[in-house]
């Protein structure tokens, strides 16, 4: 079950900037207080909210910080928009509007007793980060977990000291690799879908959960294809032109399927057709 949006899911709520830490040359990660709330911002992984500039505009964002912690709200954000770019002139103490949380999250309570293998392109680790949270919480209810993270550049790689903790812990199995290395690297040259194959899985047990750009995703579907997973095994989450989030718009309907309300996570084999079909 995903928690309620707020109450009125058109209106922002306040929220105070707390902090800000810079993760990459283009994104930084904001850590929110609400201005009226309980104190606590309940929200499923994989979910998104609306953040609100006053007087500018708003942007969807994936909620990146840890389900189990529900004292801030967190989220990272790639600096590459009109709002994105007012959000990154905000200091502490600024005040936000917040309309959320949104849409649908992981799957994680299918993918319990089996095998579980996220896989993120870049800024998708900010959606799966919850995910992760969730997995190292409840670890004994999966079996083999794995990570496969994917970015341009090692300067481009998200939360590297937790991804380093997380490879001394040996709880998960984390795979980092970088398009293009610097010469003090000394981890995998490649694209995320090479690592598919050293990552530890049973196919028939196995869901996976995708997150990154949508050249990333087609290629990792058919690298998945190849080592034995379905298309009903396969979550991809989609934040396709989301503008409302309440599926009022319409700019991201896909198919069938408005990406805001019955996803940003959605099972591959729902909306395959109409994800293969190129935006005009």
């Known amino acids: 079950m995903r928690p309620a949006p707020a109450q009125d899911p058109m209106t922002p709520t306040p929220a105070r900037i707390r902090k800000v830490r810079r993760e990459t040359p283009d994104t930084f990660t904001l850590h929110l207080e609400a201005d009226g709330r309980d104190g606590e911002f309940r929200f499923a992984p994989g979910q998104f909210n609306m953040l609100y500039v006053f007087g500018v505009g708003e942007v969807p964002i994936s909620i990146s910080g840890d389900p189990g912690a529900p004292s801030e709200l967190v989220h990272t954000i790639r600096a590459v928009g009109t709002v994105t770019r007012a959000i990154q002139r905000q200091r502490k103490e600024?005040?936000?509007?917040?309309?959320?949380?949104?849409?649908?999250?992981?799957?994680?309570?299918?993918?319990?007793?089996?095998?579980?293998?996220?896989?993120?392109?870049?800024?998708?680790?900010?959606?799966?980060?919850?995910?992760?949270?969730?997995?190292?919480?409840?670890?004994?209810?999966?079996?083999?977990?794995?990570?496969?993270?994917?970015?341009?550049?090692?300067?481009?790689?998200?939360?590297?000291?937790?991804?380093?903790?997380?490879?001394?812990?040996?709880?998960?199995?984390?795979?980092?690799?970088?398009?293009?290395?610097?010469?003090?690297?000394k981890g995998t040259v490649g694209v995320a879908p090479s690592l598919l194959r050293e990552a530890r899985f049973e196919p028939e047990r196995t869901l996976s959960f995708v997150c990154g750009p949508e050249v990333m995703l087609r290629f990792t579907e058919r690298e998945l294809s190849r080592l034995g997973l379905r298309a009903d095994q396969l979550y991809f989450s989609l934040e396709r032109n989301m503008k409302c989030a309440v599926g009022f718009c319409g700019h991201c309907q896909l198919g069938p399927a408005f990406v805001c309300k019955d996803g940003p996570v959605l099972r591959y084999d729902r909306v395959l057709p109409f994800f293969l079909t190129r935006e005009a």
């Open 94 to 185: 600024s005040v936000l509007g917040v309309r959320g949380p949104f849409g649908q999250g992981w799957p994680l309570v299918l993918a319990e007793g089996g095998d579980l293998l996220l896989v993120a392109g870049g800024l998708g680790l900010a959606s799966l980060r919850p995910a992760v949270y969730h997995v190292l919480r409840h670890r004994s209810e999966f079996r083999d977990v794995a990570l496969v993270v994917g970015a341009r550049t090692p300067k481009d790689l998200l939360y590297g000291s937790e991804l380093a903790r997380w490879q001394r812990e040996g709880l998960i199995q984390v795979l980092v690799t970088v398009d293009r290395a610097m010469p003090d690297w």
